[in-house]
């Protein structure tokens, strides 16, 4: 099956979709959103029915057994694939989906839910599930960019929110390597130590070509607007435009770092003179130890291609 590529289409040209007559796969996370929506999962299951299509459950006990299970369910002539999860979830699926036309639909059920708010699913995860039975029982898609990242040894990832990779991506990476303390808490003390060790460090960006050097502590490439449940550290990206956008905060310290963090809810960061955004179809990222977290799953290490590949994805709304 031929993957899309930002060659192939421009952005708006990409036709309208409909679904087949396949099964609708559903991949669901028992564990996301700390589990408070562990009963979600049969009323998920009934709605969709409704549609008139058979859906059938994957295998979610791993990460790699999803991935599989969803990868097969799409090669097996799945009509749609639908996660009920937060944006790890959708992170696996899209591995799946990206470039094949089969249709896609995130239920918002996680701790975050970047990538279904960004492309416009209702925040309640069973009004989110109406929209997605509706779009299939009416054979109706929306295509939706997404970002594909390419590793110098030519692995290739999509994502569909945000790419970190900068001090959050720092976060993260020392989070997974900690043992304790477990929960929220780990993350926090994360934070704390990445503070600490706070500098700057020399990135190359080359934004469709251009060439920008840059001395800095916060990088991110966005397909939508937020990432980490809501903090809308790109917040003039649009998934329909065939663009990325770039954000990056300049050399500053612990203090102008700290002051600046809580704006990114609100995305007035940007009007810090330290911080700059730039929209460009492909970004080149080149720094050294850092390893870039795409839809806040941990995923190839700099440097990266980052291209915006317009119609990726056939969101059912």
């Known amino acids: 099956m031929h993957a899309v590529t930002a060659d192939d289409q421009l952005p708006g040209s990409v036709p309208a979709g409909r679904p087949g007559d396949g099964p609708v796969a559903v991949l669901a996370n028992p564990t996301a ?33 999803a991935g599989a299970a969803c990868r097969a369910a799409v090669a097996e002539g ?8 937060g944006d790890g979830t959708v992170h696996l699926a899209l591995q799946a989906v990206a470039g094949t036309g089969v249709a896609f639909g995130p239920v918002p059920a996680g701790t975050g839910n970047d990538f279904a708010a960004g492309t416009g699913f209702p925040a309640d995860p069973l009004d989110a599930v109406e929209v997605i039975a509706a779009a299939l029982a009416a054979g109706r898609t929306r295509p939706a960019d997404l970002a594909r990242m390419t590793g110098v040894d030519g692995t290739v990832r999509w994502y569909g929110a945000v790419l970190a990779a900068g001090f959050d991506a720092l976060v993260n990476e020392r989070a997974n390597r900690m043992s304790w303390p477990r929960g929220p808490r780990r993350y926090d003390l994360a934070i704390l130590v990445e503070l600490a060790r706070l500098r700057p460090r020399r990135y190359l960006l080359r934004l469709d070509g251009e060439p920008v050097e840059v001395d800095g502590v916060l990088v991110a490439v ?46 007035s960061h940007l ?29 190839l290490p700099l440097p990266v291609t980052v291209t915006a590949v317009p119609g990726a994805v056939r969101l059912l709304r």
């Open 33 to 65: 959103g700390r589990g408070r929506y562990r009963g979600l999962l049969p009323a998920v299951l009934e709605r969709l029915g409704a549609a008139g299509l058979p859906v059938r459950l994957l295998d979610a006990e791993s990460v790699a057994r």
């Open 271 to 299: 009007d810090h003179p330290m911080v700059h955004t730039r929209r460009a179809r492909t970004i080149e990222l080149v720094a050294e130890d850092i390893v870039g977290y795409a839809d806040g799953e941990r995923a």
């Open 222 to 267: 966005g397909n939508c607007p937020s990432y980490g449940g809501g903090m809308r550290i790109c917040p003039t990206a649009d998934p329909a435009d065939g663009l990325l956008d770039v954000v990056y905060a300049g050399p500053v310290g612990r203090a102008t770092l700290v002051r600046i963090k809580p704006r990114v809810y609100q995305g």
């Open 78 to 85: 799945a009509t749609a694939l639908v996660t009920v999860g």
